[in-house]
């Protein structure tokens, strides 16, 4: 009943799911409970790669899908998740970093020539960035940080640690853009100015000046 044009139904047929039958049948023994079927596991890795998702929503989807089951090799609909979501972090520890370039060569081999172009254009444009602006709220957080790990290299007994304190300053400091919630940024800002001040001197009264 599905569609025999569907992306996925093309992409089932033309790979060549023996190649990894052969390439993982090492990773495992004869003894103990049943593995799960090598093609199951590696389809879904696939199509987590494909639609972006995470091990949870990726089972979630398999079982909803009947196009994502037909993917993975089955013939008939399975009303039942596929595996637990840690399955698929242990069978990625199990193929190694070896297996995972196999399952990427034969993604990239399905290209033909295209995929040996000499140059590649990436257009990035609409990428997020990994960039995070240094407000002053932030830089004093990051600051008391590095006072906690210096005191615990040191074995500085603190009077207190203000970690608590400071998990709920740092969601104030999420609202500093709000006008009715600005008030409240601006005075999380200032205390954790004031507990850096306090654990300076906390530090500083038990140090040697070495």
Known sequence: MLDSNDSLVALADTLNWD???????????DEGRPAKPIRLMV??????????????????????????QYFCGMREYQPA?????????????RIGTEGVEKIFAMSVSLHG??????????????????????????????????????AKEEQIQLRRTYMKEIKEHRIKLRFF???KKIKKARAAIKRLKTIVGILMRDISRNMSQE
């Open 81 to 93: 998740l596929p595996c637990d979501p840690t399955d698929l972090v242990y069978f990625r520890k």
């Open 19 to 29: 190649y990894f039958d052969e390439s993982f049948a090492k990773y495992y023994s």
């Open 43 to 68: 389809g879904l890795l696939l199509l987590k790669q494909l639609e972006n998702l995470s091990d949870e929503s990726l089972v979630l989807q398999w079982k909803r899908n009947p196009y994502y």
């Open 177 to 179: 853009s709000h006008p």
């Open 113 to 150: 020539k295209d995929a040996q172009e000499k140059q590649v254009i990436i257009d990035t444009t609409v990428q997020e960035k990994n960039v995070t602006y240094p407000t002053d709220g932030k830089l004093a957080i990051k600051m008391i940080h590095h006072l906690l790990r210096i």
